[in-house]
């Protein structure tokens, strides 16, 4: 399985990754600290899954979901942020792509049941 990670933060996605890697060391991973370069790559990439921040300057975790609605991706997304806020639980579910939103700091055993759910 190919993972894309998408947060401007290089030390949440040196997490995220070494959660992962305890999940299965076999997955393939390629991070993102720049959104406008994942969205750029996307196709390239083809991952079969994605881990996306919302709360990133210039482009933010909705414009890389409009974006990829505009390259017509069907990359499953499970959104990983810091926000609790309802109304981005609300708009997230707008989005036929995202499958999930967890709130950050995520654990193993949440990654572990999001893939599993959605793989």
């Avoid at 994942?38 to 709360?55: K, Q, R, S």
């Avoid at 069907?74 to 639980?89: G, N, W």
Wanted: charged letters at 25%; aromatic letters at 6%; hydrophobic letters at 45%.
């Amino acid at each position: 399985m190919k993972i894309l990670l998408i947060d401007d933060e290089p030390v949440a996605n040196y997490i995220l990754i070494r959660l992962l890697k305890l999940i299965n060391s076999e997955y393939e991973i390629v991070d993102y600290t720049e959104p406008e370069k994942a969205v750029a790559d996307l196709t390239g990439i083809a991952p079969d899954l994605i881990f996306l921040d919302l709360n990133m300057p210039k482009l933010n975790g909705w414009g890389v979901l409009d974006a990829m609605i505009a390259q017509n991706s069907q990359v499953k997304v499970i959104i990983l942020t810091s926000s609790v806020s309802r109304i981005d639980q609300e708009k997230a579910q707008g989005y036929r792509n995202v499958k999930a939103c967890i709130a950050k700091p995520v654990t193993k055993d949440q990654l572990s049941a999001c893939i599993n759910a959605h793989s």
